[in-house]
């Protein structure tokens, strides 16, 4: 079967959007055309392609055209560019975990930003669900602790991302003056990313056999609020050891456990024929963790 790819378009543009109405605007035509090319696609394959809900979702067919419609954008790019037509803006939507975004992740992507006419589209979730979103075809490629790789797809190791139990001289004192126990712990605020995020909480169930709702835990959305939270004394944390370690040589924040460091594998996931800007992108990735990450657990 050809695929018809302004449909697919629409099935892509609604995704992307959560909108039928933002996904018109995107394409330039009205609500009710896209919502017209919706359903013809899902005529033409002979079942729904979308799970309307919120968030809107594709089906396990839907999410196949959306991987396969992804990965032809990224060869017809490489096609004009090799046919030196005129120089076309290039999506790049990937996957990435915050605290990679947070330290190192850019600075990988900074050559062929400063290069190329690239669009990115960020999806930043846990390491642990980054790959649900090249899965799902939302996604190129992504970060990830994952290491088998998809069916069609790439899996390579890039190293583990340290993490340190943090705190402040001045929250140490408050709450750990007695040292650090099952007791201390039960009244000292910890501190996890989001509901999927549980590093914090199998830490505290392994080591000290306390249970989410035994122990008061921020819920903060953001690699960088963690450690500014942590600064003002709001609580103690598990951080990236990039993130973290001009404030722990300055002192501002100590290492209160230095015999539990966390290591997370990371690896890049990228499908096989997804063209050259992929393949560029990767082997800065790889490059560049290779410098930055440790290959090996201490």
Not at 108 to 115: D, E, G
Not at 132 to 150: D, F, H, N, P, Q
Not at 283 to 291: A, G, L, P, V, W
Request: net charge neutral; proline share 3%; hydrophobic share 35%.
């Amino acid at each position: 079967m050809m695929q018809d790819y302004k449909l697919l378009s629409a099935l892509d543009a609604v995704l992307r959007e959560q909108s039928f109405d933002k996904a018109a605007k995107r394409l330039h035509m009205t609500q009710s055309a896209v919502s017209q090319r919706i359903k013809l696609l899902e005529t033409e394959h002979g079942q729904p392609l979308l799970i309307r809900s919120q968030p809107i979702k594709p089906t396990a067919l839907g999410q196949k055209l959306l991987g396969h419609y992804q990965r032809v954008l990224q060869l017809e790019s490489e096609l004009n560019k090799q046919l030196n037509k005129e120089k076309q803006l290039q999506s790049l939507p990937l996957a990435v975990n915050a605290d990679s975004l947070a330290t190192w992740f850019v600075d990988a992507l900074a050559p062929l930003l400063q290069q190329q006419q690239i669009e990115l589209n960020l999806y930043v979730e846990d390491e642990s669900r980054t790959w649900e979103r090249v899965s799902s075809g939302e996604a190129l490629a992504c970060i990830t602790s994952k290491a088998k790789a998809m069916s069609g797809g790439e899996s390579h190791f890039l190293g583990y991302m340290e993490y340190l139990c943090v705190a402040t001289p001045n929250f140490i004192k408050r709450y750990f003056s007695q040292g650090i126990n099952k007791r201390s712990l039960q009244h000292a605020p910890a501190m996890t990313f989001d509901q999927h995020d549980d590093m914090h909480l199998r830490f505290l169930a392994d080591h000290y056999s306390l249970q989410q709702g035994q122990y008061p835990c921020h819920t903060v959305r953001s690699s960088q609020a963690f450690v500014d939270i942590t600064l003002a004394d709001g609580g103690y944390s598990f951080n990236s050891r990039l993130h973290i370690e001009k404030q722990i040589n300055s002192g501002q924040l100590i290492h209160i456990l230095p015999d539990n460091i966390i290591y997370v594998p990371l690896y890049w996931h990228c499908w096989q024929l997804s063209g050259e800007l992929m393949g560029q992108l990767t082997e800065n990735i790889i490059s560049h963790c290779q410098q930055v990450l440790g290959q090996n657990k201490k």
